[in-house]
């Protein structure tokens, strides 16, 4: 017992108490990181050529070509209001097909669905046309698995034009290859709806991305054929371009309230473009979470709130998410100091049993082998279905 009245006994034991807490924290974050966490930041100097994809190289410049055809309509008013109201709620009706579907359903596993739910998802993924679950999936479990190096598809390193874009211009690195194999998809085999869209890729894009949303902007909302053609157009380039910033902006402008380490970052207005996944940082630490942010604020994350709505309904169940004290001690052990409560008096809850708590390496997400054991028994379940 430390006698309470002794102010210099007190003292010095608070000091000593914060040196160790302190020298634990730098060693934590020295003994945090695995051989995954490295940077690898010049891939170029490792026999690896570069090879461009001319083909893909023209689409694009045709379709961003469109696409500023496209801005210029709206800017001289040479296309209707209604048209343009349509082209926003079908670029978000898509990108929601991604976020909740092919990102935080079926990549991560952060949550169930049922049969009815999973449909409806697939259409709308669909219709954004950035190829089928299955290869989204793949990508995106690669990307969390072995972010920042080159087994990362858009690996940030090698630039802000080449996560954005530029990764879809050129043949894959071949860690990006050779590491992807290593990742379990046999899930997502199980799962009769991934599997009917793979098969029929083709004419489901057809359907969703093209002549659906072109005929009903030429048919019902009388814009001529070629205005509906560039109007859908325009709409799948800008929904294409929201879900790259996450890849790009979400890995370089932003804080890294959870963890200093990695290039994720917390990029706020990203959030309003792509309907809640700007909150980066935080989904590569807690990639589980169908939150894929700490904070549950409706108004910059939709997809959040649609999914809560649905989970009311019963359609959606098994919702993961991060109990505050594990985030809280998390952030004031390798965050850079801004979360939000950074600042007040928490730091000596931090001891050594917390870092070995810790899950050390990259995860794709729910049933990822090297999620730990720890963290995986905190999950708290929403809306579980018994059974
Ligand atoms: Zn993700
Ligand atoms: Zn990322």
Not at 152 to 162: A, L, Q, T, V
Not at 267 to 276: P, Q, V
Not at 306 to 328: F, Y
Not at 355 to 381: F, R
Request: glycine share 4%; aromatic share 14%.
């Amino acid at each position: 017992m430390i006698p309470q009245n002794n102010t210099v006994i007190t003292y010095s034991i608070s000091v000593k108490k914060l040196r160790y807490f302190r020298q634990k924290m730098e060693k934590s974050k020295e003994d945090h990181l695995s051989p995954n966490f490295q940077i690898d930041a010049n891939p170029e100097k490792k026999n690896y050529k570069l090879e461009i994809v001319w083909r893909n190289v023209v689409i694009f410049a045709i379709l961003h070509s469109l696409f500023l055809y496209w801005l210029y309509l709206i800017i001289t008013f040479q296309i209707k209001f209604t048209s343009f109201v349509f082209c926003i709620f079908y670029a978000v009706l898509t990108v929601f097909g991604v976020t909740a579907g092919a990102h935080r359903l079926w990549t991560h596993k952060s949550y169930k669905a049922n049969l009815p739910v999973r449909i409806f998802l697939m259409l709308c993924q669909s219709g954004a046309l950035q190829n089928h679950i299955y290869e989204w999936a793949r990508d995106h479990r690669v990307h969390h698995k072995f972010a920042d190096t080159d087994a990362d598809p858009h690996n940030i390193n090698r630039g802000f034009f080449f996560a954005h874009i530029g990764w879809l211009m050129c043949k894959k690195h071949p860690d990006v290859i050779n590491k992807g194999k290593t990742i379990d998809m046999s899930d997502l085999l199980k799962d009769p709806v991934v599997v009917f869209q793979k098969k029929h890729y083709i004419p489901l894009v057809l359907i969703f991305n093209l002549v659906l949303p072109t005929y009903f902007l030429h048919s019902i909302l009388g814009e001529t054929l070629w205005t509906a053609f560039v109007c859908n157009i325009g709409r799948y380039v800008f929904s294409l371009n929201g879900t790259w910033f996450v890849n790009s902006a979400a890995h370089v402008w932003g804080n890294k309230p959870y963890e200093i380490n990695i290039k994720a970052v917390e990029c706020f207005r990203l959030s309003w473009l792509m309907i809640g996944e700007g909150w980066h940082n935080y989904h590569h630490v807690f990639p589980w979470d169908y939150k894929a942010a700490e904070l549950p604020i409706y108004k910059h994350n939709l997809t959040v709130c649609i999914l809560d709505l649905m989970a009311k309904a019963g359609w959606v169940t098994d919702l993961k998410t991060v109990p505050e004290e594990i985030i809280r001690k998390r952030a004031m052990r390798t965050g850079d100091k801004s979360w939000k409560y950074s600042g007040n008096n928490v730091m000596s809850s931090v001891n050594n049993e917390d870092v070995q708590n810790d899950t050390k390496e990259h995860t794709w997400g729910w049933g990822d082998k090297d999620m730990s054991e720890y963290e995986m028994a905190a999950v708290k379940i929403l809306n579980r279905h018994h059974e």
